[in-house]
């Protein structure tokens, strides 16, 4: 039988179980951060729902599933033993184009320094489950050539037009049933407008962390600080978009927020799997409704992108911003974000320290949307002292109060 290493943080020697057909299934530990979608991201596999659907079969788990740091799962990989020939006599198949999709992805892993040796040193192929189980699954095309939905929707003209008079009450069902209705507090907004964009969503629950037994999805606490910034900034009289939204959430009480699936994008369009397709998507959104505002006459448009990071549990970080490197208002902004958490962290943490950064990063929805843009991460996900920022609903409140107040600065 062959011994396959594991390269990853590890190099760790198992035996993996023999299949009827002589393959196996290629198996490799989690690590800090990770949830099914982005370690299947990591093998390129994430483009396709079959690998999602074997990967859940092969480890007997369900989608609400955290994966465990360290603990070994079967990825839809399956393994070959390479004959020294050809893959098609390795694998017994008849097919050119598909050996060579085969043959392109074992040099993509080469290169990626997830396969230690190649398979020709190794004499072990490794073929993605989708190839040879589901090929008429195809990526699906860039959004960018589809036309972008936007429905008529009382979060398209929020200012003062529908509510003539200050204190007026106006519905916004995104909030929720408990939410929905936003007094017009002030028009110290008015004029703005602002595309709120959290994290993930969808098929991808993005970082995941585990308090008490739950399992913490950063798409869900992203999103609830999202909403709670956009209703501030709705309530003084900005025009608020809310990019990714979900249809039953709104805005929710309580510490666990339950994991889901069913976040859909701008105009009630499903969102793409495959992460490139996906930040289009959003990116592509924006870019129209920014065009739409700009021929309007409005100066002022921000985009504001909202995650929770993930890195070891030991980890304790403050809210950091990223801006593009070629953006001086994007640099503006988070720096003007930056020094009011700053002061209201000196209020009121004991010690009055704050750690939080600015940095450059060349991030796709930093470089490709067209208003000012600023991207924030609020915590650590994984580390016990960060969750109680996300988790207590008293944070997440005052998170989206605090931003509002950089905003309007």
Known sequence: ?????????????????????????????????????????????????????????????????????????????????????TIRSSIGITDYPLAKEIQTYNETMLGDGLRKDSFKESKVLWVPYHLLNCPEEVKRSDPKEEPIDNPESVEMENGLNLAATEGGSRRFPIFGRENEYVPLLSTKMKGRVYYIVTGHGGPDPGAMGTKSGHTLCEDEYAYDVGLRLARNLIANGATVYVIVRDPNDGIRSGEFLDCDYDEVIWGNKPIYRQQLARLKQRSAAINKLYEKHRAQGVKEQYAIMIHVDSRSQSTQ??????????????????????????????????????????????????RETKPTSVYIELANIRNAFDQQRIVLESNRQALANWLYEGLED
């Open 1 to 85: 039988m062959l011994r396959i290493l594991c390269t990853i943080g590890l190099f760790l020697c198992f035996l993996l179980p023999l299949h009827a057909d002589g393959s196996r299934y290629y198996q490799v530990p989690a690590l800090p951060g990770d949830g099914v979608y982005s370690l299947l991201r990591r093998y390129k596999l994430d483009d396709f729902n079959c690998n999602h659907e074997e990967f859940y079969r092969l480890n007997t788990i369900d989608r609400n599933t955290g994966l465990i740091v360290g603990k070994y799962y079967s990825l839809p990989i399956l393994l070959y033993e390479f004959n020294g020939k």
């Open 317 to 366: 970080t403050d809210l950091f911003f990223y801006h593009h490197p070629n953006s001086a208002s994007g640099k503006a902004l988070a720096n003007q974000l930056h020094t009011l958490m700053k002061r209201k962290y000196n209020k009121y943490r004991q010690s009055g320290e704050y750690h939080g950064t600015v940095s450059t990063r060349d991030l796709h929805m930093l």
